[in-house]
């Protein structure tokens, strides 16, 4: 299958900065790249979806002010969580979607476990 | 709303035997349906996919399709206890919509 990577793995910041997470798939083309958080035992939740070239699309509730998402070229996605709190700490994970199999299937990054001081 | 729906489990099954995970959907236009599976702690993995009615078989994993039903299922046989872990189905409703089940939490008792 594809492969997507996720930098960085962990991360510790304080409340107030921000965090830029990168996601990048290395050796496919993604169309379309998704943001999915998770908190412990809960489902996956999606964020936004982003289109290379374009703005991202949020879902409903997710502050597009406060996790900026940009998708630079058709390997690369960021989210950034700018002013983090405490409440923003989880689990995201990325996704990368291509068409070559006309299924539309994801295939995700490793995440990243950000946690907030 | 469209919905994806699993039962959250856990379902428990010996080694050696049979798992089925289920899943339904609400979305009758949907076209192409997944199955991840998700270690503890870990990000979802792509078992495998499918679009046909019908049955689609790789390894011990066996996805099931029935459109008329709205139904999609997962059969892992000779389950091991390295299959422990959550199975999200996921429904791609048009586009790169995709939506996904919460998940069913899966333990392969040694």
């Known amino acids: 299958g594809a492969v997507v990577s996720q930098h960085p793995s962990r991360v510790i910041c304080k409340s107030g900065t921000s965090v830029k997470i990168e996601c990048r798939s290395l050796?496919?083309?993604?169309?379309?790249m998704f943001w999915y958080r998770q908190f412990p035992k809960q489902s996956l939740m999606l964020m936004a979806t982003?289109?290379?070239?374009?703005?991202?699309?949020?879902e409903q509730g997710v502050e597009k002010d406060k996790f900026l998402i940009n998708h630079a070229s058709l390997t690369l996605s960021t989210l950034t969580v700018t002013s983090a709190h405490p409440e923003d700490s989880s689990f995201y994970i990325c996704?990368?979607?291509?068409?070559?199999?006309?299924?539309?299937?994801?295939?995700f990054g490793p995440g990243t476990r950000l946690t907030v001081t | 709303q469209k919905e994806v729906e699993q039962n959250s489990g856990p379902l428990s099954v010996p080694e050696g035997a049979i798992a089925s995970l289920n899943c339904t959907y609400s979305d009758r236009g949907s076209q192409s349906f997944f199955w991840y599976r998700q270690y503890s702690g870990k990000s979802p993995e792509l078992i495998m996919f499918?679009?046909?009615?019908g049955d689609k078989e790789d390894g011990r994993f066996t996805a099931q399709l029935n459109k008329a039903s709205q139904y999609v299922s997962l059969l892992i046989r000779d389950s091991q206890p390295s299959d422990s872990a959550t199975y999200l189905c996921a429904v791609n409703t048009g586009g790169f919509k995709t939506i996904f089940g919460a998940g069913t939490r899966l333990f392969v008792k040694a």
């Open positions: 996704s990368a979607s291509g068409m070559a199999s006309g299924a539309y299937e994801q295939y």
């Open positions: 050796d496919f083309q993604a169309t379309t």
């Open positions: 499918i679009y046909s009615n």
């Open positions: 982003s289109n290379e070239g374009s703005k991202a699309t949020y």
